[in-house]
């Protein structure tokens, strides 16, 4: 593995990043950022083998990628990196994949014009000071959008609300059928989503 992720640094490379990203975001500009792990020993040692135990790896993880808003991903080899940072990349700017996928989520199919839209900067909170990552309204919408009782305009009327998305998804059915848009049968198809047991 890569010292840089075993050694104690990494946690303030990761709040680096992390400063960086909303120090760009602030200016009004897109930023992302991502780590890419790459396996050692030809390909036989990947992320897991990093710490002395699974679960120092998944808390290491969950700082980047939950707290820290960092996506972390795994490669096999050089060559298989430079293919995912390539990909990344014009996933990032196009915003769009190579060979487009329909879906009856309308929300996958957007252009990708349509996706920059909908990703313009917002507010930066500073999480250190607050200890809480607030999400905008577009957030809110956005979540809801990939639940399969929810449209667009569903989420757009939910998100209306001002309350975030876990308060959303812990509205009654009555809290519900009284946001103007929402139908009743509608309302019981998306408490149902909201309440269905894993």
């Known amino acids: ?5 075993v ?5 303030d490379q990761s709040e680096r990043l992390f400063d960086a990203v909303q120090k760009l975001k602030a200016e ?5 950022a991502i780590w890419i792990v790459e396996a050692q020993q ?3 040692h ?3 083998n990093a710490l002395p135990e699974i679960r120092n790896v998944s808390g290491l993880v969950n700082y980047f990628d939950l707290i820290n808003e960092q996506s972390v991903h795994q490669s096999y080899s050089i060559e298989h990196t430079v293919y995912l940072a390539a990909k990344y990349a014009q996933g990032f700017f196009e915003q769009s994949l190579y060979y487009a996928v329909e879906t009856s989520n309308p929300r996958v199919n957007r252009s990708g014009k349509e ?3 909908d990703k313009t900067p917002d507010a930066v909170v500073d999480k250190r000071e607050s200890r809480v990552k607030l999400h905008t309204a577009r957030d809110v919408v956005n979540m809801l959008s990939y639940i399969p009782s929810i449209s667009t305009n ?12 876990t308060e959303v998804t812990q509205m009654s059915l009555e809290e519900l059928k009284l946001i103007k848009g929402i139908a009743d049968k509608s309302a019981e198809s998306i408490y ?3 309440n269905a047991k894993l």
Do not use: C, E, I
Request: charged share 30%; proline share 3%.
């Open 1 to 5: 593995m890569p010292r840089y992720l």
């Open 7 to 11: 050694n104690a640094h990494s946690h």
């Open 28 to 32: 009004g500009k897109r930023a992302r």
């Open 42 to 44: 030809d390909g036989k």
């Open 46 to 48: 990947f992320l897991d």
């Open 115 to 117: 996706r920059l839209a």
């Open 154 to 165: 569903v989420a757009k009327a939910l998100a209306s609300t001002g309350k975030s998305f």
């Open 192 to 194: 149902q989503d909201f």
